[in-house]
């Protein structure tokens, strides 16, 4: 089979689904996956947790994406598409495995394309819009060391297909994190004008720690990098004033709606699509 | 009438031979992302794949490349399973891909970062790793960018040839 015949090839493998390529529907991320849930792990409480880390994923992902052709270099925009992607690929992952395991048999595309802003159970750090440089950089460095925290913990999961998703995105995470973290430095270490813009990426950026560290027990290791980086950077640690509500809980930003109302206009306009 | 086969090395062989959709010169075997290759009781060709990057956009034309390989080649119950659990590393790429990657121009990766049990650790002054330029063989070589077209490569320049030249990275 050519490379000129990928078509062909999508379209042979799937007889028994038209819907090859229409967003991401044409594939199951989990296909061939055991989907089993093991005994002893509440199959609520797994999906809903799938789709809590699955939707900050997806909205950092189409945060993420937003900078395409707007950041400062062209190796930074490609940089923070790529973390985008592999945020992206997570979330689909983690969508599938909600799907598989909260009875709705729910595709990947059901949960990104077709939940309202007050469906989502993303921190609402991860809403918020991108800001200038300094404020996207910090933002990815604090929820990236959240993340990859809690994906630690997660690798021992008792569900097997949760702590493999988490495992793999533990090496992804770290070097997103590296990412961000190099860049808090150098931007906190650079200009008067660079080192005022991440100050102030770091005061924004405090209210919504708190709700990061209620939802999962990471607060000590997320705390050492900040200082790690703050300290490296020369820059105060962000001051700790927690805002009222959590994005788990489904408390929103006036941020989430007009993100989703732009990713899932097509999907909406038309349902069950292909090209 | 329709001979089934049941030679499971056959199928193994079938299955090792497709190329990686992001990079041709290297087959899924090359790659490490082809795991297994069985064949179950009813002579069901099994083929297990694992994804390299969370966010990979290959995997489906993957399993389908495969899937179309092998019946192309007369098996008609063919079964394409992800395996996720280990996570797919660079250090199994075997040195046969190494090979490829390098007399194409792409510096293969050198070894994964294994961390202890525990918190992983930011070192913010990161170890200056040395690239050999696939080209000329200098070591006078310098990192351009960590992301490049694709999650799973960076862009490097060789100081001795000039030359740009991308690398697989480690993970
Ligand atoms: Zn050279």
Known sequence: MSDDHVYMTLAEGHEDDSRWAYGTGFED???????????????GRLAADCVALADDALVSAQRLAEWTTRAPELEEEVALA?????LLGQARLLYARAGQVDGTGRDEDAYAYFRDAEDFRNVRLAELPCGDFAFSIVRLLVLSSWRLAHFEQLSAHPDPVLAAIAAKGVKELTYHRQYAAEWAVRLGDGTEESRRRTRTAMEQVAPYLGELFTAYDVRGEVVAVLRQVTEAAGLPMPVYRPLPGAGRAGERTEHLAPLLAELQSVARAHPGATW | MVTVLTDVRHARHIAEQVPDPELPMLTLADLGVLRAVEMTGDGTVVASLTPTYSGCPAMAEMRADVAARLRDAGYTRVEIRTVLDPPWTSDWIT?????????????????APHHAAGPVPLVLSPVRRTVACPRCGSADTEETSRFAATSCKALWRCLACREPFEYVKEI
């Not at chain 1, 790529?82 to 592999?86: E, H, S």
């Not at chain 2, 190494?98 to 070894?111: D, S, T, V, Y």
Request: charged letters at 25%.
């Open chain 1, 29 to 43: 991320p989990l296909h061939g996956v055991d989907t089993t849930v093991p005994e002893g792990v509440d199959a």
């Open chain 1, 82 to 86: 790529n973390i985008g992607l592999d």
């Open chain 2, 95 to 111: 040195p046969e891909g190494r090979r490829k990657l390098a007399e194409h121009g792409i510096a293969p990766p050198g070894a």
